[in-house]
C-alpha cells in the first residue's frame, strides 16, 4: 500500500530505507585501530578508540545518505525485483521529497562531522560520497567498473581508519581488503545474475554485460589472489617485524575456510545476494569470524 505524500513516514520504515542492517560494512574503518594494538610503535587507548568509532559511524551516515539516492533514482527498476520491490522508496511506503532531504541532512551531517574530526579523514569522506554518487549516477551501469568501484570504497574505509589513529595502512592490509570486497561484489553479481536471467536489462544493465562463466572464473581468481595476498601480508617480513611476532600466519587457515565456506554458499546454497546478512547469519561464518577474532586478539595480546 502506498503512502500518502503528506504522511510522515515511520521510524521503522526510515530505517528500513537507511539500509542499517549494512552498517556493518563501516566496520572496515576500525581494522587500522585493531591492528595498531599489535603494533608495538603504537599506542592505543580508550580516547583513540572513541575517534575512530566516531569516523565509523560517519561513514555510516555518508553510506545511509547515498542508499537513498540509489533507491530514488532505481526506484522504477526496483519495483520489478522480487526482492527490492519490498524496499522503502520502491513500494512506495517512504515518498521521494523526505528520502531526499534525509539523504542530504545525512551527507552534510558526514561531511561537517568529518572536518571536525580531522581534515584529512574529511577528504577522504568526501572523496568517498562523489565517488558514490557518480557510482549510482553512472558507473553502477557498467560492468566491471561496478564491482571495482565497490571494492575501492572498502579501500577508502581502511585507509581512513589509519588516518585516524594516525598509522601507516599496510599495503598489503588495503590489497587484502580490495581483493576481499571484489570477492563479495562478484558473487553478488552473480547471484543477481542468476536470479534476474530473463530480466537483466530490466533490473540492472550492467548485468546484461556479464557472462555467469566469466563470472564464475573472475570468482575464482579473485578468491585464490585473496588466500595468497593475506598469507604474503602475514608471512612478510616487515610485518612480523612491526609485530614483533611471526604468529599472526596462523590465521591463514581461518580466512581460507571463510572464503571456502562463502563459496559453498554461494554455489551449493544460491547465496552471496546478501553479504552483510550471510556474514552475521551463517553458523560455520560466524565461528570462524569468532575465532579468528579471538586469534589475531591473542597474538597481539601476549606479544606484546
Not at 594494538?37 to 560517519?58: H, M, N, P, Y
Not at 553502477?140 to 575501492?152: G, M, N, P
Not at 565456506?261 to 551463517?282: A, F, N, S
Given at each position: 500500500?502506498?503512502?500518502?505524500?503528506?504522511?510522515?513516514?515511520?521510524?521503522?520504515?526510515?530505517?528500513?530505507?537507511?539500509?542499517?542492517?549494512?552498517?556493518?560494512?563501516?566496520?572496515?574503518?576500525?581494522?587500522?585501530?585493531?591492528?595498531?594494538?599489535?603494533?608495538?610503535?603504537?599506542?592505543?587507548?580508550?580516547?583513540?578508540?572513541?575517534?575512530?568509532?566516531?569516523?565509523?559511524?560517519?561513514?555510516?551516515?555518508?553510506?545511509?545518505?547515498?542508499?537513498?539516492?540509489?533507491?530514488?533514482?532505481?526506484?522504477?527498476?526496483?519495483?520489478?525485483?522480487?526482492?527490492?520491490?519490498?524496499?522503502?522508496?520502491?513500494?512506495?511506503?517512504?515518498?521521494?521529497?523526505?528520502?531526499?532531504?534525509?539523504?542530504?541532512?545525512?551527507?552534510?551531517?558526514?561531511?561537517?562531522?568529518?572536518?571536525?574530526?580531522?581534515?584529512?579523514?574529511?577528504?577522504?569522506?568526501?572523496?568517498?560520497?562523489?565517488?558514490?554518487?557518480?557510482?549510482?549516477?553512472?558507473?553502477?551501469?557498467?560492468?566491471?567498473?561496478?564491482?571495482?568501484?565497490?571494492?575501492?570504497?572498502?579501500?577508502?574505509?581502511?585507509?581512513?581508519?589509519?588516518?585516524?589513529?594516525?598509522?601507516?595502512?599496510?599495503?598489503?592490509?588495503?590489497?587484502?581488503?580490495?581483493?576481499?570486497?571484489?570477492?563479495?561484489?562478484?558473487?553478488?553479481?552473480?547471484?543477481?545474475?542468476?536470479?534476474?536471467?530473463?530480466?537483466?536489462?530490466?533490473?540492472?544493465?550492467?548485468?546484461?554485460?556479464?557472462?555467469?562463466?566469466?563470472?564464475?572464473?573472475?570468482?575464482?581468481?579473485?578468491?585464490?589472489?585473496?588466500?595468497v595476498s593475506y598469507s604474503i601480508y602475514?608471512?612478510?617480513?616487515?610485518?612480523?617485524?612491526?609485530?614483533?611476532?611471526?604468529?599472526?600466519?596462523?590465521?591463514?587457515?581461518?580466512?581460507?575456510?571463510?572464503?571456502?565456506?562463502?563459496?559453498?554458499?554461494?554455489?551449493?546454497?544460491?547465496?552471496?545476494?546478501?553479504?552483510?546478512?550471510?556474514?552475521?547469519?551463517?553458523?560455520?561464518?560466524?565461528?570462524?569470524?569468532?575465532?579468528?577474532?579471538?586469534?589475531?586478539?591473542?597474538?597481539?595480546?601476549?606479544?606484546?
Open positions: 500500500m502506498t503512502a500518502h505524500p503528506t504522511s510522515f513516514p515511520s521510524t521503522l520504515v526510515i530505517l528500513r530505507a537507511l539500509r542499517v542492517n549494512q552498517w556493518t560494512k563501516n566496520l572496515v574503518v576500525l581494522a587500522a585501530f585493531f591492528f595498531a594494538f599489535g603494533d608495538k610503535t603504537q599506542s592505543v587507548s580508550l580516547d583513540l578508540f572513541i575517534r575512530v568509532g566516531e569516523a565509523c559511524v560517519l561513514f555510516c551516515l555518508a553510506s545511509s545518505g547515498i542508499y537513498l539516492i540509489n533507491d530514488i533514482r532505481d526506484r522504477a527498476a526496483d519495483s520489478l525485483h522480487p526482492v527490492k520491490r519490498f524496499r522503502p522508496i520502491a513500494s512506495g511506503k517512504l515518498p521521494v521529497f523526505p528520502a531526499a532531504v534525509t539523504s542530504v541532512f545525512l551527507l552534510a551531517a558526514s561531511l561537517l562531522g568529518s572536518l571536525w574530526l580531522s581534515p584529512p579523514f574529511a577528504l577522504i569522506v568526501g572523496s568517498y560520497i562523489l565517488l558514490q554518487v557518480i557510482y549510482t549516477l553512472w558507473l553502477k551501469h557498467v560492468a566491471l567498473v561496478d564491482v571495482f568501484i565497490i571494492a575501492i570504497g572498502f579501500v577508502m574505509r581502511a585507509a581512513a581508519g589509519g588516518v585516524v589513529v594516525a598509522v601507516v595502512v599496510s599495503p598489503w592490509l588495503l590489497l587484502c581488503a580490495f581483493l576481499l570486497a571484489l570477492f563479495l561484489a562478484l558473487c553478488k553479481r552473480r547471484h543477481e545474475k542468476r536470479l534476474m536471467e530473463e530480466d537483466n536489462a530490466l533490473h540492472r544493465p550492467s548485468l546484461e554485460q556479464y557472462d555467469q562463466k566469466l563470472l564464475d572464473q573472475l570468482i575464482a581468481i579473485v578468491s585464490a589472489a585473496t588466500i602475514t608471512l612478510w617480513p616487515d610485518t612480523q617485524l612491526k609485530f614483533h611476532t611471526p604468529l599472526l600466519s596462523l590465521t591463514i587457515p581461518l580466512v581460507i575456510f571463510g572464503i571456502f565456506r562463502y563459496l559453498d554458499l554461494v554455489y551449493r546454497k544460491e547465496g552471496g545476494g546478501r553479504p552483510e546478512k550471510t556474514l552475521l547469519t551463517d553458523g560455520p561464518l560466524l565461528i570462524d569470524l569468532a575465532l579468528y577474532g579471538l586469534t589475531v586478539l591473542g597474538i597481539f595480546v601476549f606479544s606484546r
